[in-house]
Nanobody
Framework: QLQACGGGLVQPGGSLRLSCAASGSIFRIARMGWYRQAPGKQRELVATATSGGTTNYADSVKGRFTISRDNAKNTVYLQMNSLKPEDTAVYYC????????WGQGTLVTVSS
């Protein structure tokens, strides 16, 4: 089970931090990540982090977003800085180990 939180309304240029708490030991070895889906668009990868710490980012968020994980707490974070209106989307937490696991989405709205 994945439980995401931290979304909300923020002005352009602002910051938010999303959190995703995972239950189950499998997530300590799973690749964890964040995806997002904007209205009328397909779900897209935002960032992933392996249990060993290797990270990957979409080009659109590089330099602005940072994914991190606390394996002891089974929690993955997404620090989002310099937010833009085009970052507005529902953000989904994902865990992958042999299967895909999805959390419920959390809405991020970037608007003045």
């Amino acid at each position: 089970q994945l439980q995401a939180c931290g979304g909300g309304l923020v002005q352009p240029g602002g910051s938010l931090r999303l959190s995703c708490a995972a239950s189950g030991s499998i997530f300590r070895i799973a690749r964890m990540g964040w995806y997002r889906q904007a209205p009328g668009k397909q779900r897209e990868l935002v960032a992933t982090a392996t249990s060993g710490g290797t990270t990957n980012y979409a080009d659109s968020v590089k330099g602005r977003f940072t994914i991190s994980r606390d394996n002891a707490k089974n929690t993955v974070y997404l620090q989002m800085n310099s937010l833009k209106p085009e970052d507005t989307a529902v953000y989904y937490c994902n865990g992958y180990y042999r299967n895909n696991y999805w959390g419920q989405g959390t809405l991020v709205t970037v608007s003045s």
